[in-house]
């Protein structure tokens, strides 16, 4: 046998080994994609459900202003009546005639 002969097997075994090396880099790469991905998925529904709950609750604290305005006006409206017209609410309402 010749020195080619002997050369030859170190060669694929070599081949081989670099070959289930890559392959194996190449399987984990593809998990890693795969629970990035996932997470990502996750992360954004999150995200989704946190604006929609600030959507909720900034018209609800856009209610609670025209609210909050609303009766704040009326009483400001009564307390000046009172204080500088000198006006009071009548206790006896009669029925308008007709």
Not at 27 to 33: C, D, G
Not at 37 to 50: A, K, M
Not at 70 to 78: H, N, R
Request: glycine share 6%; proline share 3%.
């Amino acid at each position: 046998m010749s020195n080619k002969d002997f050369r030859s097997v170190p060669d694929t075994l070599e081949g081989g080994f670099w070959f289930l090396f890559f392959l194996g880099l190449n399987v984990v790469s593809a998990l890693v994609l795969v629970f990035s991905t996932h997470e990502l998925r996750q992360i954004h529904q999150s995200l989704d459900e946190t604006q929609r709950d600030e959507t909720a609750e900034l018209a609800r604290h856009s209610r609670l202003l025209l609210e909050k305005s609303t009766l704040a006006g009326l009483s400001e409206v009564e307390s000046i009546a009172i204080r500088e017209l000198g006006m009071e609410f009548p206790n006896n309402l009669a029925k308008p005639s007709q």
